[in-house]
């Protein structure tokens, strides 16, 4: 019960933090996700790394794309798909962005226990894994 009103409460931080950049969250996420990511990834893919689905990634790179910050590139061993590719005007933005939410990151979790945070990131990796593997299932 604690866990999604915290999502929401960062998702309205970061929303605020990136509109004086011209994005949004689900925007900058992304940017942020393909600046730091393995190279030529797929549209699902990252729907499945930010954790929405893939309409609404569908919708976020469109805008992306129409905005001149992503461009889609066709994979060369499956020419049906196409790969994701920040533009440089992208990966500039990208970068400003992370280091925007990194300074957000930093301001709130600043006085914490490092083994406390350490602990806390390891209990949300097993419980992300255990609803991976409930989702599997069903």
Excluded: C
């Amino acid at each position: 019960m604690r866990i999604a009103p915290i999502g929401r409460a960062w998702q309205l931080l970061a929303n605020v933090e990136l509109e004086s950049l011209g994005v949004s969250e689900s925007e900058g996420r992304a940017l942020v996700y393909l600046e730091s990511g393995e190279p030529g990834m797929r549209q699902g893919d990252l729907a499945r790394i930010t954790g929405v689905t893939e309409a609404s990634i569908a919708r976020t790179v469109k805008h992306l794309e129409a905005a001149g910050l992503v461009e889609r590139v066709a994979d060369e061993h499956d020419g049906r798909a196409r790969q994701l590719s920040l533009t440089a005007e992208g990966l500039e933005l990208a970068q400003r962005l992370d280091a925007r939410l990194a300074r957000l990151r930093a301001e709130l979790l600043e006085g914490l226990p490092s083994e406390a945070l350490k602990g806390m990131i390891a209990v949300f990796d097993q419980f992300s894994a255990r609803i991976s593997e409930r989702r599997e299932q069903v």
